[in-house]
């Protein structure tokens, strides 16, 4: 919470507001916004309240989160109350104003969120489906979630996000998937329209919609799950590329967290950086590659397999100073291991109790391996993976590049 500003003003009220407006509040949220001097929100929420000569009413500006602070500081004095859509602690303004001034500063009134309600149209169980959010982010962010019977909820940017599912889901394998439109729930307007991805032809409709999404997989199709060791194939990049069963491997040396964040040195392909991502949503990785036209094909991937949250950067030894302020919870070292100061700085900013796993390849970085193993421990692996290929009309096993993987723990007074 390093971030939060002091708020001395009065407690901040933030109202959520669902389509059927003033009519839907209670008692609580209607004396919110009664007693306030200053209402907050966006145009269409303003619209839903009866207009009180003696409240000051001000729209979000575009964009909303670099102007928050100027605009609460300029009313600081005055009894706030912000208007948000449903529940504004699930993915509302509400998250972003305790980001930014803590919880004390805040007393929410919750109405039920957009998937609440859509999972009481549909009669789905509100635990067991994930939501994903496609405001401000690629729609592809929904592909990790995506498996075979499954259901997902996805919150809608506008009108034009539910075409923009379904051809995900034509382009990916899930072509027979239903695909229901949920607008303007609970409100007087509200409407329900569905249509498998394969035949959309549903015309765009109202922007305040929700995406629900009953999941058909095509049998024939790659599996592309959150475990780790996605197929090859999925990932372009000329073959700089941590092969499947090895980044299995090293994913699992990686030991992924919920929220942890992960530096990906030499990414290559960004084979490991996607796949940590892919391990929750809310893992975090940054890629770490000198070519620029590979740093542009970690990004291509990153969003192709629905993790755009992975952040590429140049080369480790001149980026990190300037750029990377949190220390990272693991690092793996894939490329350029040999070169001069390279495991120093991932050592040195690997925060303590974290994870550096390292693969090599050559003689070289193995030889180079062994050394640090000596001076701070961890263990030492050898993979040798063979994968079977056609010789003739028989069947030979192909050895792939041996590679040793050392994998440490920094303690709290290791050094360099």
Not at 401 to 412: A, E, F
Request: net charge neutral.
């Amino acid at each position: 919470m390093a971030n939060v500003v002091s708020w001395t003003g009065p407690v901040i009220s933030v109202v959520g507001i669902g389509a059927d407006g003033w009519d839907g509040l209670g008692r609580a949220a209607r004396e919110a916004i009664a007693g306030c001097a200053v209402l907050f929100g966006a145009e269409r929420q303003l619209a839903l309240v009866p207009v009180d000569p003696a409240i000051e009413r001000v729209a979000w500006p575009s964009p909303l989160v670099p102007a928050l602070p100027g605009l609460f500081e300029h009313h600081a004095g005055a009894r706030i109350c912000v208007l948000a859509s449903g529940d504004p602690m699930f993915y509302g303004i509400g998250v972003t104003l305790v980001r930014l001034f803590g919880a004390a500063a805040l007393r929410v009134l919750p109405q039920p969120s957009s998937a609440a309600l859509a999972c009481a149209r549909l009669g789905w169980a509100l635990a067991e489906v994930p939501v994903v959010s496609a405001v401000g982010r690629p729609v592809e962010a929904v592909l990790p979630e995506l498996a075979d019977r499954r259901r997902v909820l996805v919150l809608s940017a506008d009108e034009h996000t539910p075409e923009r599912i379904a051809e995900l889901l034509r382009r990916n394998g899930f072509g027979e998937s239903t695909v229901t439109i949920l607008a303007q729930l609970g409100g007087p307007d509200e409407r329900v329209r569905a249509a498998t991805a394969q035949s959309w032809d549903l015309p765009a409709g109202d922007p305040l919609n929700i995406v629900a999404i009953e999941c058909v997989a095509d049998s024939k199709g790659p599996r592309a799950t959150r475990i780790p060791g996605l197929p090859d194939a999925l990932f372009g990049g000329g073959g700089q590329l941590t092969k499947a069963e090895v980044r299995a491997l090293t994913i699992a040396a990686l030991a992924p967290a919920p929220g942890e964040l992960l530096w990906d040195v030499g990414g290559g392909s960004g084979s490991i950086a996607i796949e940590w991502c892919r391990t929750h949503p809310g893992c975090q990785a940054v890629a770490f590659e000198r070519l620029e036209h590979r740093r542009r094909q970690i990004a291509d991937n990153a969003t192709a397999l629905g993790v755009p949250q992975v952040v590429v950067r140049g080369e480790v030894r001149t980026e990190v100073g300037s750029t990377e302020s949190a220390p990272p919870d693991a690092v793996f070292v894939g490329g350029g291991i040999t070169q001069d100061g390279v495991l120093e700085t991932c050592w040195s900013y690997l925060r303590h109790g974290g994870r550096l796993v390292a693969n090599a390849v050559t003689a070289e970085s193995e030889a180079l391996l062994l050394t640090w193993a000596k001076t701070h421990g961890g263990e030492l692996r050898k993979f040798q993976i063979y994968r079977a290929e056609p010789l003739g009309t028989f069947t030979a096993w192909r050895p792939q590049l041996p590679v040793t993987q050392w994998s440490v723990r920094k303690q709290g007074k290791d050094s360099l």
